[in-house]
């Protein structure tokens, strides 16, 4: 992830490492999960079993890989603290819009205004979970939409929050659009 003095854009953005892309990141070969809890990363071991709040609610799986949850406890504003010892994850990525820029197809006006405007869609999200009972900023946006949609699933809803979970499903179908098309396009997607 580029969250890093190097790039302008990523240090307006930060939506890689804030929870609204990734729900975690996994650690790969060469990373040192020690050193990363050294540094305030709250690595979770292989074969953990995930808690209910820091990762699916009803898995009964063991993790495979280390990983770490998002929105990552390393990043300051849209800067990440440990640049210099992020994990390889983190050194790769790259998402689509900044690839763009780099190759010149979008300008840096232009893909400012697509950051703007999907961190206003990803903050109407958070704004409709806070209205229906979630204030959790702890947990990624994709994570909090599962418990709210098993939530309202397990009873009867009154109106008022069958409409505003309505509001909410609206909101978060039209970010993962715009989060498909703009900066991290499933596989399969191109
Ligand atoms: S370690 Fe740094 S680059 Fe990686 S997710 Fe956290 S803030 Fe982003």
Redesign the pocket.
């Known amino acids: 992830?580029?969250?890093?003095a190097s790039n302008d854009l990523c240090l307006e953005c930060?939506l890689?490492?804030n929870g609204v892309i990734?729900a975690d990141?996994r650690l790969e070969s060469g990373d040192d999960a020690g050193l990363?809890r050294s540094l305030g990363?709250p690595v979770i071991s292989a074969n953990a079993s995930l808690r209910p709040g820091v990762g699916e609610p009803n898995r009964k799986s063991k993790i495979s890989r280390p990983r770490?949850q998002?929105p990552?406890?390393?990043?300051?504003g849209c800067?990440?603290?440990?640049?210099a010892d992020?994990?390889k994850?983190?050194?790769e990525?790259e998402c689509l819009l900044l690839k763009k820029v780099q190759a010149g197809l979008v300008e840096t006006a232009a893909a400012r205004r697509v950051i703007r405007a999907t961190l206003r869609r990803a903050e109407e999200v958070k704004r409709l979970l806070r209205k229906l009972g979630d204030a959790d900023e702890q947990s990624a946006l994709s994570l909090r939409f599962r418990r709210m949609k098993q939530r309202m699933e397990s009873g009867i809803p009154d109106a008022e929050n069958a409409e505003m979970f309505s509001r909410l499903t609206l909101a978060v179908h039209g970010l993962n659009l715009r989060l498909g098309e703009a900066f991290y396009p499933r596989p399969g997607k191109g």
């Open positions: 992830m580029a969250c890093g930060g890689c490492c990734f990141v990363l990363l770490f998002q990552c406890a390393a990043l300051d800067r990440c603290r440990i640049y992020r994990p994850y983190c050194r990525f």
